[in-house]
């Protein structure tokens, strides 16, 4: 059975800066694309950024230039890294992989248990 097991997150104040992990493990799963996604209260879920098994990134507008994907094939793992973090960030943060292969794809696929980023003002 395969588990994304997310670490990071948490308290930051704006400017801020935070890193979300996303790992891999049970059976032989492989991350090869990937996707970061958020959802605030009162909010749908919304993917914030995406990695394709090419290396092709995607980032939603609200988060460009100041959010960065990464995959460490070695460890297994997609990293978020997040920069001048605002309160308009915070939101639980997922991680998704499984059968998609582009940095939007939409398939559905394993997600990780979701952590809690707080930005405060």
């Known amino acids: 059975q395969v588990h994304l097991v997310q670490s990071g997150g948490g308290s930051v104040q704006t400017g801020g800066s935070l890193t979300l992990s996303c790992s891999a493990s049970?059976?032989?799963?492989?991350?090869?694309?990937a996707g970061w996604y958020r959802q605030a209260p009162g909010k749908e879920r919304e993917l914030v950024a995406g990695?394709?098994?090419?290396?092709?990134?995607y980032y939603a507008e609200a988060v460009k230039g100041r959010f960065t994907i990464s995959r460490d094939d070695a460890k297994n793992t997609v990293y978020l890294q997040m920069n001048s973090l605002k309160p308009e960030d915070t939101a639980v943060y997922s991680c998704?992989?499984?059968?998609?292969?582009?940095?939007?794809?939409?398939?559905?696929?394993?997600w990780g248990q979701g952590t809690q980023v707080t930005v405060s003002s």
């Open positions: 998704n992989a499984g059968p998609r292969t582009t940095p939007t794809d939409s398939r559905p696929g394993y």
């Open positions: 049970g059976s032989d799963f492989r991350i090869n694309a």
């Open positions: 990695i394709g098994s090419g290396g092709a990134r």
